[in-house]
């Protein structure tokens, strides 16, 4: 049998089985941290010095928590049940699950994402009659959630001017409807444990007894209260161990504190600090390039990275003429690579910014190439799967006004906005949610099958309906009994979210089958709870056709911690990558330096860099410079690979791109992969054509809120983009 500990250098030998005591693991990228950290926690099992129950493992993203319950049970034949490893967000739902009564929480409560929260905040200041021309409800929730991750009450908050008192005030007002509502924001669920444990020594001190060993990936990107949270978990016994690399910290903007590194220092870890300088990951010149790059920057710890590999290849640097002929160039490549048998999961395209995935997704999908993007509109956000998750949370709990707000008229149920204001007031003036001041109203009414009256006959049917049934069962049953089923199928556009919807069954299904996900569930009381906890912390990772060979696409903050044969980077032009929000400040610029060092590190064997003159960017032509961060690589290193370009062809799309195979051929000027415009809906994508002449219709992915769209040409106004 071999061992756990094969193959580790004798750093990496010593931090993973390092005796008893807390120790900062400082390295670069690629020198095997996460490794490291995964190895220890299987090491520390095996040789029966902690239970599975006695770790505490906290990294940043679903993904990565996910592959670490992998890989332990790949290096151990282990129960990972009831074991806490997870996201800071993951971990403090379970906590507020399992006291919810001692953090003053129904079991049932829902989470808000980010656009539930805005919501909430608009209908808080609606409620308050708040002039949201100068309190605007993105400005309000921005406070908000920014003094949460502060670790600051509304009463802890210094005001020294009206404006700031007003902003206080929304923010007192909004914890008591989210209490009220049964409901808990993102940040609200690490402050809200934080305070828990920070409050109840008894509690406390069950954790703190409980895990003897607490290990942290990616510290660098942790913020104060982050820290402050991991700080309560940790007894006089515990032992710490925190993994990362100051050169790789890219969310000082959401207030990650690097200092956390030297406090963690002064208060755990003392001299125990370990360095490892050998990467596994890259070959050397792409090593070379990110040394080279990281140098730059005035503020790090310092270090190196070196690697036994060879030098390999040259990186490869494409200049285009536009954004459309540089994604001509990465499709070509990408399927030149493919060809050599490259699988398409080993390679990536990242971005700087999410906008700049459009143009990669069009020339992909003209060209047939498969592929998933990371962290875009996630699955759970799009509307007919947000409707549909609404009713489940009134499901699982009624007082849920913004649910309740969401569905009462839609489908439309001839609920008019004078009777929501109404039932606004009433249940203000008697302290009661909305679903209970409309059950008041429905007892009241004579005619109960229409209009109010009729949703509370609805809701509580579909209560009843629902008991007891399998969680697939509950939403199929839901979507049949509320009537969305049958809105989006009356619908012309209405196949593709249907289609949505049909996923969410089966998403709740695998979600039902996961036994990881299930043992959550002793925990955080019944399936559809926790199905809703898991819709509101997923992190994206779930579209449909998951498994398939598919290229990855992810902006390069996404891709933290990942690792790819081939990495594409492309967009690297001033404003663009350094990002114009930056580029002002000595620190702005570091930061995306770092950045753009976590860019080149993702990849082990092949880097290409590209950048355009010119890009079609919100809807504008920008001309841009090539990014200084090409111009700090030592030239040496890298090869201009312009060696197909047509000088004589005018610059764009189709001079470049060889024209797909999948394109008909009809006499219709707009052709299946092209981008067009239209006057109400923006630029889109056109996904099918049908019919002929003046019957001709096209289906247009506008993506967003608008989504997929049939037009009649004959009609609609269409231009190409
Ligand atoms: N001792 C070793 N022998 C062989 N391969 C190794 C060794 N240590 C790490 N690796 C491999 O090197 C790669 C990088 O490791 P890992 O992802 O743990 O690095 P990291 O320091 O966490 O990187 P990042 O900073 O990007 O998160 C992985 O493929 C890992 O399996
Ligand atoms: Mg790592």
Redesign the pocket.
């Known amino acids: 049998m071999t061992s756990l500990l094969d ?3 004798p750093e ?1 030998l010593a931090a993973v089985t390092l005796p008893g005591q807390s120790a900062l693991i400082l ?10 950290l995964t190895t220890r926690i299987a090491w520390l099992i095996q040789t029966g010095q902690v239970s599975p129950l006695g770790i505490l493992a906290v990294t940043f993203t679903n993904k990565a928590a996910k592959e670490m319950l992998t890989r332990l049970t790949a290096m151990l034949p282990i129960n990972t049940r009831g074991m806490w490893v997870g996201t800071f967000h993951g971990l403090s739902n379970r906590l507020l699950r399992t006291h919810h009564r001692e953090a003053g929480l129904p079991q049932l409560f829902q989470i808000l994402d980010t656009a539930d929260q805005l919501s909430a905040v608009k209908r808080l200041l609606k409620s308050l009659n708040v002039d949201t021309e100068k309190f605007e409800p993105k400005k309000v929730q921005y406070f908000i959630s920014g003094n949460k991750e502060a670790g600051l009450r509304p009463q802890q908050i210094e005001v020294f001017d009206p404006y700031t008192r007003r902003l206080v005030e929304f923010y007192a007002a909004y914890d008591e409807q989210c209490n009220r509502e049964g409901v808990v924001d993102f940040p609200e669920l690490l402050l809200r444990s934080y305070e828990l444990l920070a409050r109840n020594d008894v509690l406390r001190a069950h954790y703190q007894e409980r895990f003897r060993h607490i290990l942290v ?2 510290f660098q990107d942790t913020n104060r209260l982050q820290y402050r949270w991991l700080k309560q978990f940790a007894g006089a016994q515990s032992v710490l161990m925190a ?1 990362g ?1 100051d050169d ?1 910290s890219i969310y000082a903007f959401r207030g990650a504190h690097t200092g956390n590194m030297n406090e963690f220092q002064r208060d755990y870890a003392g001299d125990n600090v370990i360095k ?1 300088e050998q990467n ?2 890259s070959h050397g010149n792409i090593l070379d390039a990110a040394n080279a790059l990281i140098t730059q920057n005035q503020s790090r710890l310092g270090k190196n990275l070196w690697t036994a590999e060879g030098s390999g290849e040259p990186i490869r640097v494409f200049e285009a003429y536009s954004d459309q002929e540089e994604a001509g160039f990465i499709v070509e490549e990408v399927k030149a690579l493919q060809r050599e048998g490259t699988a398409l999961v080993d390679m990536a395209l990242l971005y700087r910014s999410n906008a700049q995935s459009r143009v990669l997704e069009h020339a992909l999908f003209s060209a047939g190439v498969p592929y998933r993007v990371y962290g875009g509109l996630r699955f759970f956000e799009r509307q007919e799967v947000k409707h549909a998750l609404a009713y489940l949370r009134l499901l699982a709990n009624p007082d849920d006004d913004g649910a309740f707000s969401r569905v009462v008229n839609f489908p439309t149920r001839g609920i008019g906005a004078r009777t929501l204001e109404q039932l606004a007031d009433a249940a203000q003036a008697g302290g009661t949610s909305l679903w209970q001041a409309a059950r008041a109203k429905a007892d009241a009414s004579k005619d109960s099958a229409k209009g109010l009256p009729g949703f509370v006959a609805l809701m509580l049917a579909m209560q009843e309906g629902t008991q007891g049934l399998p969680l697939p069962e509950v939403i199929e049953h839901m979507l049949h009994a509320s009537g969305l089923a049958a809105h989006y199928l009356a619908e012309k556009e209405g196949a593709d979210r249907l289609e949505n919807l049909n996923e969410l069954i089966n998403a709740a299904t695998v979600f039902a089958n996961d036994p990881e996900a299930m043992a959550e569930l002793d925990e955080v009381g019944g399936p559809l709870a926790s199905f809703l906890a898991h819709a509101a912390l997923e992190a994206g990772d779930h579209q449909a056709g998951a498994g398939t060979d598919a290229l990855q696409l992810m902006t390069v903050h996404a891709a ?4 790819f044969h081939a990495v594409f980077l492309g967009g690297l032009e001033e404003g663009l990558f350094p990002h114009e929000q930056s580029m002002n400040e000595q620190d702005g610029i570091e930061e995306e330096r770092r950045l753009m060092y ?1 860019a080149i ?2 990849a082990r064997r092949r880097l290409y860099l590209s950048h355009a003159q010119s890009r079609m960017l919100h809807g504008q032509t920008r001309y841009g410079i090539v990014s200084r961060f090409i111009g700090e690589l030592p030239p040496a290193l890298l090869k201009l690979v312009n060696t197909r370009r047509n000088a004589a062809a005018p610059a764009g799309y189709d001079s470049y791109v060889a024209p797909a195979s999948s394109v008909r051929s009809n006499t219709s000027p707009w052709r299946i992969g092209m981008n067009v415009r239209h006057a109400k809906f923006g630029v889109g994508v056109v996904v099918n054509v049908e019919g002929q002449g003046d019957d001709m219709r096209v289906q247009i992915n506008f993506g967003g809120a608008n989504g997929m769209k049939w037009l009649a040409l004959e009609y609609a106004k269409l231009e190409p983009a």
């Open positions: 193959g580790l250098n990496q390295a670069g990228a690629g020198s095997g941290k996460t490794r490291v990936d990616e993994v690399d790789q490892l596994y990951r933290k911690g990942l690792e976590v590190t993702r």
